[in-house]
């Protein structure tokens, strides 16, 4: 079989209608339901500059009712559910960008820090010690910018993270030129670093990925709860992963014509865009609101 036709088997484009009837069934078959949705690409349409995302009202207001008070217990629900959004954001941007229920978990930086409802943020005590490295990493590419390396690119600071956007630049070889930069920058201050798309991000050297963050809301009983998981870029490919194998799990690529092949390759299902996604999680309200 060729590597294509193993994508196509693996990742099956479906429809919003039927994607959430086969969340809303597993759900009820084990009894409760953690959603952990990626942000940027996914709830969030990409923008060429990440300070205009915005989450899709639809989007907002599903994820909104699936993390409102009481969700965990299954108030006003056929079954209890639970929330999370994970993204390379810092998590208090992400909490910016879209207004969700009180018992949703926004989980940052790969899972480096994480935010419930309107709490602050708490980091992973094993970064601490890092972040002066980061910070001389960012003087550093904000300096390489500024001298006209990779023309256009924009530079980004997170608390986890150092990120150069390239989207929209129409110059040939903006991409490469920022990873390579990033990779530079990383290896002097020995940090990792990680590729998007239209972005070279050089992050902390912890063995943290979105996983991580899906199985710390695993935990307890949420970890016999129906699975799913939705995704869009690279940084996304280890969550959708924790599908495999995992009985009622369902692992979805919200895909565009920029979405990496190993991203359809982890899903078992892709939809064509965040709008998509967003009727789905709206379709999935309807099937577990209490009749």
């Known amino acids: 079989m060729s590597d294509q ?17 086969r969340v809303a069934a597993a759900a009820l078959r084990r009894g409760a339901l953690l959603l952990a949705t990626d942000f940027d690409g996914s709830v969030a349409p990409i923008r060429s500059r990440p300070g205009e995302v915005r989450a899709l009202p ?108 390239t989207r929209g630049l129409e110059r040939p070889g903006s991409e490469s030129c920022a990873l390579e930069l990033a990779t530079e920058v990383a290896a002097r201050w020995k940090l990792g670093v990680v590729p998007g798309k239209m972005v070279a991000e050089i992050h902390l050297p912890l063995r943290r990925t979105k996983a991580d963050a899906v199985a710390d809301l695993r935990r307890g009983r949420w970890r016999e709860a129906a699975l799913c998981i939705a995704g869009d870029d690279a940084g996304d490919v280890p969550m959708l992963q924790l599908a495999v194998g995992v009985p009622d ?27 998509a996604w967003a009727e789905t999680l709206t379709e999935l309200v309807e099937r577990l609101r209490a009749s």
């Open 5 to 21: 036709a193993l994508l196509t088997a693996r990742a099956r484009p479906t429809t919003p209608n039927q994607l959430a009837e």
């Open 58 to 165: 639809a989007a907002e207001r599903a994820l909104a009712w699936l993390s409102r008070r009481g969700a965990a217990a299954g108030r006003h629900a056929r079954v209890p559910t639970r929330v999370g959004l994970i993204s390379a954001r810092d998590s208090d941007d992400v909490a910016a960008r879209i207004v969700l229920g009180p018992e949703a978990v926004v989980s940052g930086n790969y899972g480096l820090e994480r935010r419930r409802g309107d709490g602050e943020a708490t980091v992973v005590r094993a970064a601490a010690r890092w972040l002066p490295a980061l910070e001389a990493a960012a003087v550093e590419v904000e300096a390489a910018l500024h001298e006209g390396r990779c023309p256009g690119a924009r530079l980004e600071r997170k608390r986890g993270g150092v990120v150069i956007h």
């Open 249 to 275: 799990a369902v692992a979805v690529a919200v895909g565009d014509e920029e979405t990496p092949p190993e991203v359809v390759e982890a899903a078992g299902w892709q939809l064509p865009g965040p709008e």
